[in-house]
């Protein structure tokens, strides 16, 4: 098991302690984190993304999907089947899951589909404006433009 010790870097860095907090937590859930259903997580453009996970046997009705503090939430529930079924080789896995996303800020999902057995969950990172650098354009006021004529007038003499 990898564990990282952060101490060294809170001498150093003023704020930041929210995401060592992160990184930290992220380290042990990796280890926990199940691997069913198998997912993966593709980069689609800049600010956007896609998670896709492979759900044979799930319906829509099955499938919760839920955001909250940033937190992306995926639960399957399968109903029990009334029927019995005698299964000479049961290779389809068909149990409860639910598996968890961190996401960073302004990360919001966009919409879910799912199509042929595969869930694909989109996002999409929305900076909001307040946060995006802004051009400020430079004003010649008409009191500077006069000092530099004085300039260049004693200069000249």
Same mark, same amino acid.
Not at 35 to 58: C, H, K, Q, V
Not at 66 to 74: A, G, H, K, M
């Given at each position: 098991? %990898?564990?990282?010790?952060?101490?060294? #870097?809170f &001498?150093?860095?003023? /704020?930041? *302690?929210h995401?060592?907090s992160?990184?930290?937590h992220?380290? $042990?859930?990796?280890?926990?984190q199940p691997s069913y259903?198998?997912? @993966?997580?593709?980069?689609? *453009?800049?600010?956007?993304? &896609? =998670?896709?996970?492979a759900?044979a /046997?799930?319906? +829509?009705?099955?499938?919760?999907?839920?955001?909250?503090? @940033?937190?992306?939430?995926?639960?399957g529930?399968?109903?029990?089947?009334? +029927?019995?079924?005698?299964?000479l080789? &049961?290779?389809?896995?068909? &149990?409860?899951? +639910?598996? $968890?996303?961190q996401?960073? +800020?302004?990360?919001?999902?966009?919409?879910? @589909? #799912?199509? @042929?057995? #595969?869930? %694909?969950i989109?996002?999409? $990172?929305e =900076?909001?404006e307040?946060?995006?650098p802004h051009?400020?354009?430079? %004003?010649?006021?008409?009191?500077? %433009?006069?000092n530099? #004529?004085?300039?260049?007038?004693v200069?000249?003499?």
């Amino acid at each position: 098991m %990898n564990t990282f010790d952060f101490s060294p #870097l809170f &001498r150093s860095a003023v /704020g930041f *302690d929210h995401l060592y907090s992160k990184l930290d937590h992220a380290t $042990r859930t990796a280890q926990s984190q199940p691997s069913y259903p198998p997912y @993966n997580i593709e980069l689609i *453009d800049e600010d956007s993304y &896609r =998670i896709t996970m492979a759900l044979a /046997g799930f319906s +829509e009705s099955d499938l919760s999907i839920q955001t909250e503090n @940033n937190v992306l939430t995926i639960t399957g529930q399968q109903v029990d089947q009334k +029927e019995e079924r005698q299964y000479l080789h &049961r290779g389809i896995a068909a &149990r409860n899951f +639910e598996h $968890r996303f961190q996401l960073a +800020e302004h990360v919001k999902v966009t919409s879910a @589909n #799912l199509v @042929n057995g #595969l869930l %694909n969950i989109e996002l999409v $990172r929305e =900076i909001p404006e307040a946060m995006k650098p802004h051009t400020v354009a430079i %004003n010649v006021s008409a009191d500077s %433009n006069v000092n530099k #004529l004085k300039d260049t007038s004693v200069k000249a003499a």
